[in-house]
């Protein structure tokens, strides 16, 4: 029943490889996000989907890439992995991109550690 | 890119109510001011949001002042479990979806 659910929870994995979260959501949203929060706690926006297109890519290095197979899934993709990529990444969606009157929902996270 | 300004930290007694304000001076007119928390590492989770009237819903109050600079977040009962980082958020509207998130309140409240 979990409204934003993302798959792992936890991951741990070398430098240099490559690895990928997905994220799911069940509630019809047509927008769907993904979150970096890093170890000073602060949350910032990586990128948005709008029904399947991207909308928004905020300065992410081009090793991160999204994809949106259908409007209900966002996964990411990361190559190359690097130490500064260990943080806890957020998925999250919202109904109707241009509405402002809209909350959005968030995952439970995933905890990516490089080593 | 965040708008708001809150304090870092807040204490509040089991039982009272906790205000938790915020300060977005520069916010346009049609954007919504929205407050989230998060407790330990989980996702932030939705409390509230309002435009230009005060609102209430099962989980708090959002008091919005009439010239919008300002806001103020009513807990009305804190509990132990309402410890967590509370962050007002404006959202950038026009056509992208946008929840910048600032550096948040840590509300301890205490028994």
């Known amino acids: 029943d979990t409204a934003v659910s993302q798959t792992p929870k936890y991951l741990v994995t070398q430098m240099g490889n490559d690895k990928s979260i997905k994220c799911e959501q069940n509630l019809g949203h047509d927008t769907m996000y993904w979150y970096k929060q890093d170890s000073k706690k602060f949350l910032k926006i990586m990128f948005s989907?709008?029904?399947?297109?991207?909308?928004i890519n905020e300065t992410v290095p081009n090793r991160f890439s999204p994809k949106s197979p259908d409007k209900a899934h966002l996964n990411l993709h990361i190559n190359s992995l690097e130490l500064g990529d260990s943080a806890v990444y957020f998925c999250a969606s919202s109904q109707a991109s241009g509405a402002l009157n809209t909350e959005a929902f968030f995952g439970q996270g995933t905890r990516l550690t490089v080593v | 890119d965040a708008k708001t300004t809150q304090p870092p930290s807040m204490d509040c007694a089991e039982g009272r109510a906790a205000n938790l304000p915020c300060n977005h001076s520069t916010i346009s007119g049609n954007e919504y001011v929205y407050w989230y928390r998060q407790i330990h590492s989980q996702g932030p989770q939705y409390i509230i949001h309002g435009l230009k009237n005060n609102e209430t819903n099962e989980m708090a109050s959002l008091i919005i002042t009439e010239d919008r600079k300002s806001s103020t977040l009513i807990l009305p009962h804190a509990t132990l479990r309402d410890t967590a980082v509370y962050y007002c958020?404006?959202?950038?509207?026009?056509?992208?979806?946008?929840?910048?998130f600032g550096s948040g309140t840590k509300l301890n409240v205490k028994p």
């Open positions: 958020i404006v959202r950038v509207g026009r056509s992208f979806n946008k929840f910048y």
């Open positions: 989907y709008n029904n399947k297109e991207l909308i």
